[in-house]
């Protein structure tokens, strides 16, 4: 029988329908690869951040070990890799831990490290993917998101903000969050955030998520939802407080309890339920079909005309 589009409906069934769950079960047993970065000055809990996210204990927090003691940071891109597994997917995750820039006296450059370690993640795979006897799957390092960490000061973006999100945004898919947004108040918070998208609008910098042709119109509204929203303001703790009789994730201070999950506190949920559960798949192929296939085209042009030229010099020489 024909259906209206011209596409033909089997007499019988055949069972190609079961590919789904074939793909599934291939995709299982390899499990997939995430990779985060995270990015911004010394003392916003960048690493709570991503304990929180993930709901484990993955990486060591940078914070004071005593309320008068020194602040402690990171001084060179360090990686951290684990496989976390959840009903029955394993989740090979890499999160790459950046020195905290703009803490310097002299910030000139304090990006480029960051920026050249995501190329050379690019690099190292273009060089994999075109040996001759290629692995069968080529291990992805390649920087999936990027986790910008805003300082809630409630006025407005640092020039070198400004500037390393720019450059970042050329190259990977930044996701900026404001830090400890407890401090400010929910008025204060709302103002800084449109301050910050006005900001984004005005140097025209173009943030994950971006629609394509792919993205249906469920796919294109959820965006529209989360441009919103960004820069999520949010709250990081991997303690547990009592909360009417319950158990949660939050802070506890001297004016009440903040409860990480809770929405009316902070947009952690609404940050999680986008990396996690909407838009993790989308990051990965984002990665992989705009911001590397940016890098992978211009490389081998560069290539072919440096190839070029040489063959050009060789001829003339032989012309001589």
């Known amino acids: 029988m024909s259906l209206d589009n011209g596409e033909l ?29 995270v990015v911004g000055q010394t003392g916003l809990g960048k690493s709570t951040m991503v304990n929180t996210l993930f709901a484990s204990h993955l990486i060591e927090s940078k914070g004071r070990l005593e309320v008068d003691g020194p602040m402690r940071q990171t001084t060179e891109i360090k990686e951290e890799q684990h496989v976390i597994v959840e009903g029955g997917v394993r989740l090979k995750l890499n999160i790459v831990d950046t020195p905290g820039y703009g803490d310097q006296v002299n910030n000139e450059g304090c990006w480029e490290p960051i920026v050249r370690y995501i190329k050379d993640q690019y690099s190292t795979y273009l060089r994999k993917e075109l040996t001759a006897q290629r692995d069968r799957f080529i291990p992805d390092t390649r920087i999936h998101c990027c986790l910008f960490f805003i300082n809630p000061t409630g006025h407005s973006l640092k020039p070198i903000d400004i500037t390393v999100l720019r450059k970042l945004a050329e190259v990977t898919n930044v996701v900026p969050i404001i830090a400890k947004s407890d401090s400010l108040t929910l008025q204060e918070r709302e103002a800084f955030k449109e301050r910050i998208r006005a900001e984004l609008h005005y140097h025209q910098i173009r943030l994950y998520p971006i629609d394509t042709e792919e993205h249906d119109q469920d796919e294109i509204a959820l965006n529209e939802r989360i441009r919103s929203m960004i820069p999520f303001a949010v709250v990081g703790s991997e303690r547990s407080v009592v909360v009417d009789g319950k158990s949660v994730r939050g802070r506890k201070t001297r004016w009440g309890v903040v409860n990480v999950e809770d929405e009316r506190h902070c947009e952690f949920v609404y940050l999680r339920n986008f990396l996690t559960r909407t838009h993790l798949q989308d990051l990965i192929e984002s990665t992989a079909l705009n911001h590397y296939e940016a890098f992978r085209s211009k490389q081998l042009t560069a290539l072919k005309e440096s190839s070029a030229k040489q063959q050009q010099a060789s001829s003339m020489a032989r012309e001589g």
């Open 9 to 37: 409906r089997a007499q019988s069934y055949v069972g190609f329908e079961t590919i789904t769950r074939q793909i599934e079960h291939k995709l299982l047993k390899r499990g997939f690869q995430f990779n985060v970065m």
